[in-house]
């Protein structure tokens, strides 16, 4: 039976991942409300009730408020820490005044960022810490001093990426004494260039896809866990108005209600379990604040688990709008 790479390393978490994105307020510049407080905590509540123990968030969700939120929750339950795993991101920054939104891999940055989760997540320490996007002046020798004192001072265990190729990667991480754990990317239904990629090798069909060359094996090779960020595309397939979307997306909406309904399952279940089926072992990072939808996201790991190459195959050709080549 194959084991999450997350596993390999030591840590035991479950198989999907809650996104707290939208902890708080979201987007908003208006501050965090009692109402945000409690629909975060039902969110974790009931994630914790089917069995999801992961919890993503980054320094800049909800401009600091996601953390926050989840920290306000922790003050009020301190045993909690201990039973989940606390996932941030850091290195992107935004803009003030003439200064653009920019990356920022720089071991001050990564520092002060670090601390800055510390604090409002009200906890001692991260499980993982991911590079967010990357920064084209990243240094790996600075990324590493950074990463050595975060290790040493007991701030995070752990250190991942997200939406990194793997030249970017294998370049920082021959800088690192540690092997990195993580890679977090955009996978789901909607959004197939992670395996168009892989079917186009030498064929003309395959020059817009854009996904980079080879990361699948490498993350696999070195059992460095997969994340799916979007891994619901957003409801797409799973009961959003698809009305002003394009044939295949609606085409595949219906074909994912329709198996969800054979298997007397979820849509959700349906959407998640397909990602689940491919043997990297991708954990989806489920953006949702709903507690229905939470939960309607439990069977996924059962339907990875009973959903045959024919069905796999019936939705990836679906969504991709085309047939195999
Ligand atoms: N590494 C990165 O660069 C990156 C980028 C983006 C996100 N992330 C992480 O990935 C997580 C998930 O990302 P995501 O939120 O884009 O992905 P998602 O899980 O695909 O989508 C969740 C969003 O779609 C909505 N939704 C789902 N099903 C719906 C339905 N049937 N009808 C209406 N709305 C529906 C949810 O609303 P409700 O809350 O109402 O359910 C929520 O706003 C985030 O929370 C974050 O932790 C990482």
Known sequence: MRVLPLAQRGVTTSRLVLGCMTFGGG??????????????????????????????HANIYGRGKAEETFGTILKGRPALREQIVIQSKCGIRFGEGS???????????????????????????????????????????????????????????????SNMNVAQMRFLQRALPDQLAVNQLELSLAHLHWLDQGIHVNQKAGVTVNFAEGLLEYCQTEAIQLQAWGPLAQGRFSGRSVETEPDNIRQTAALVKQMATEKETTPEAIVLGWLMKH???????????????????????????????????????????????
């Open 99 to 161: 200064i653009p939104n920019r990356f920022d891999f720089s071991r001050a940055h990564i520092l002060e960022a670090v601390d800055g989760s510390l604090q409002r997540l009200a906890v001692d320490y991260l499980d993982i810490l991911l590079l967010h996007r990357p920064d084209p002046l990243m240094e790996p020798d600075e990324v590493a001093e950074a990463f050595g004192q975060l290790k040493a001072t007991g701030k995070v265990r752990y250190f991942g990426v």
């Open 27 to 56: 987007w908003s510049r208006d501050p965090i409300t009692k109402a945000d407080i409690q629909a975060a905590e039902q969110a974790i509540d009931t994630a914790l009730s089917v069995g999801i123990s992961m919890f993503d």
């Open 279 to 325: 043997p990297a072992m991708i954990q989806p990072v489920v953006g949702s604040i709903n507690p229905q939808r939470i939960a309607a996201c439990h069977a996924a790991e059962q339907q990875a688990q009973t959903m045959t190459r024919e069905e796999w195959y019936a939705l990836y050709v679906s969504a991709r709008g085309n047939p195999m080549p």
